[in-house]
């Protein structure tokens, strides 16, 4: 399954950004790249012995993105590598990057809402980009990843779980979902407040569930309590 770079919110260093990856060998797939990600995967070491890099977007906050342009300099300059971003808008992406100064030779981005990765280490991986709901000013997405006989669904920043996200999960079709999960109740809350998520998701369900991008205030135990679980950050390889 997935390991965790960070788990927190946008406000929320002391867990860092939410980032998750998978590491197989020399290749690695990431997902999202936050301001606090790119010194995570140095201090991790996890850039040490990459040729193949793989970096999914699910959207253009800061907190997925903030250091995605010192990833891809790092990338050309110290790997020798050229990475491949998967986002289905590439136009704005690509803008952004340009403003950052980012050279578009150094990097490729495939904007194709459903992604085959056919990789020697990471063998066939499958990703399919759901529009998600978070906020109307950018656009957002959830990621449902098929790999290695596992099916996952990773949220994203998300203020819901649609009904047949719900019957997947429930009839076998995805093996765990990752929620963004929130302490927060408010209205045009664009993240998932824990209470609703347990209105959403009966007892049965919930410990295929995964919480996530947590705020300062999330309560870890209620969420255990309620039979959720909540992920981890990696400390060490």
């Known amino acids: 399954m997935l390991k965790f770079l960070g788990i927190g919110s946008a406000f929320n260093t002391t867990l860092g950004n939410t980032s998750a990856f998978i590491k197989k060998h020399c290749s690695i797939l990431l997902i999202d790249c936050g301001s606090t990600v790119f010194s995570r995967l140095q201090k991790l070491g996890l850039l040490s012995d990459v040729s193949y890099l793989y970096i999914a977007i699910t959207h253009t906050h800061p907190d997925h993105i903030g250091s995605l342009g010192e990833l891809i300099f ?3 300059y110290a790997l020798n590598c050229k990475p491949r971003i998967f986002f289905p808008d590439a136009h704005l992406l690509s803008s952004i990057l340009d403003n950052m100064g980012v050279n578009a030779e150094f990097y490729e981005i495939l904007s194709s809402p459903q992604i085959k990765i056919s990789d020697e280490f990471l063998s066939s991986a499958d990703l399919t980009f ?15 990843i098929k790999c290695e006989n596992h099916s996952i669904f990773y949220s994203g920043d998300s203020n819901k779980i649609s009904d047949s996200i719900l019957n997947s999960l429930e009839n076998g079709y995805i093996d765990i979902l990752y929620q963004d999960t929130c302490s927060l109740d408010y209205t045009g809350n664009p993240h998932l407040y824990i209470g609703k998520l347990i209105e959403y998701v009966k007892p049965s369900l919930r ?7 947590l705020d300062q205030n ?20």
Do not use: T, W
Request: with cysteine; proline share 4%; hydrophobic share 40%.
């Open 218 to 237: 999330f309560e870890r135990i209620y969420a255990i309590q309620s039979g959720f679980n909540v992920a981890e950050v990696i400390k060490d390889l």
């Open 207 to 213: 410990s295929k569930i995964c919480c996530m991008h």
């Open 74 to 76: 790092y990338s050309h």
């Open 130 to 144: 759901i529009p998600s709901s978070h906020v109307e000013r950018i656009p957002s997405y959830s990621i449902l």
